[in-house]
């Protein structure tokens, strides 16, 4: 169990480029959640998916932002024509869905758009 | 909808005494989670302690235990013999338990907690 990881770690780019975060969930876990933090803010949920399904988006997820789970693992958040205010940290969670489902962190990947 | 309130930006504490952290929230639901995350300077989040709303007994792991009030709606979380290695951001966050909700946490706006040597 190597924990949730993402990639890149930090990011900068310039207003109007995309740019798209991976995550890798603990292994079997068949729950993924991204969510959004802004600093001195608490995290925003942004969305989930259960397996590869993504079964709720939050009315924060404009039509800039679309995210996938392709095969029930890995996990992609793609940003396009980004802005300034999309500047956050981008947390992905992982769990088991059962009833002692817990969330498990990554380490989050840092956006500054220029 | 629920909310989760952190209304305490800062607290501070000498090492080894014991800190409350305090936190409210608000849900018309009766079956939830709560939980407390712990997220250190530029390092990810960590759970610290969970508590189900059915059970009437707080949670405890070692040296951290909540104070769970059903009716008042209030979850704190009591640090005790506090270490440097506590200092962080802590949130608190809930979860509803409803069959077939979306298992999404809500996190309240997170408090500093520094550590004095």
């Known amino acids: 169990d190597t924990g949730v990881s993402q990639n890149p770690r930090h990011k900068i780019t310039k207003r109007g480029q995309n740019v798209t975060f991976r995550c890798d969930p603990i292994?079997?876990?068949?729950?993924l959640y991204w969510y959004r933090q802004t600093l001195g803010q608490g995290p925003e949920f942004l969305t989930y998916f259960q397996n590869e399904a993504q079964l709720e988006k939050s009315r924060l997820l404009s039509d800039r932002f679309s995210a996938e789970r392709p095969k029930g693992s890995f996990s992609t958040l793609e940003i396009q024509r980004t802005e300034q205010g999309d500047s956050a940290m981008y947390l992905c969670?992982?769990?088991?869905?059962?009833?002692?489902?817990?969330?498990?962190f990554g380490p989050g990947t840092r956006l500054l758009v220029l | 909808a629920q909310t989760v309130t952190q209304s305490q930006p800062e607290m501070s504490v000498q090492e080894a005494e014991t800190v409350t952290l305090s936190c409210t929230y608000d849900?018309?639901?009766?079956?939830?989670?709560l939980f407390w995350y712990k997220q250190p300077p530029s390092r990810q989040m960590i759970l610290v302690i969970r508590?189900?709303?059915?059970?009437?007994q707080n949670a405890t792991e070692n040296r951290f235990s909540v104070n769970f009030q059903k009716a008042a709606k209030s979850f704190s979380l009591k640090i005790s013999d506090s270490q440097l290695g506590d200092a962080a951001m802590y949130f608190c966050a809930y979860r509803s338990a409803k069959r077939g909700a979306n298992s999404k946490l809500t996190f309240g706006k997170g408090i500093t907690l520094s550590v004095r040597p």
């Open positions: 969670a992982s769990s088991h869905r059962g009833f002692q489902e817990t969330q498990y």
């Open positions: 849900t018309s639901e009766s079956d939830y989670y």
């Open positions: 292994s079997e876990h068949n729950r």
């Open positions: 508590q189900e709303a059915y059970k009437q």
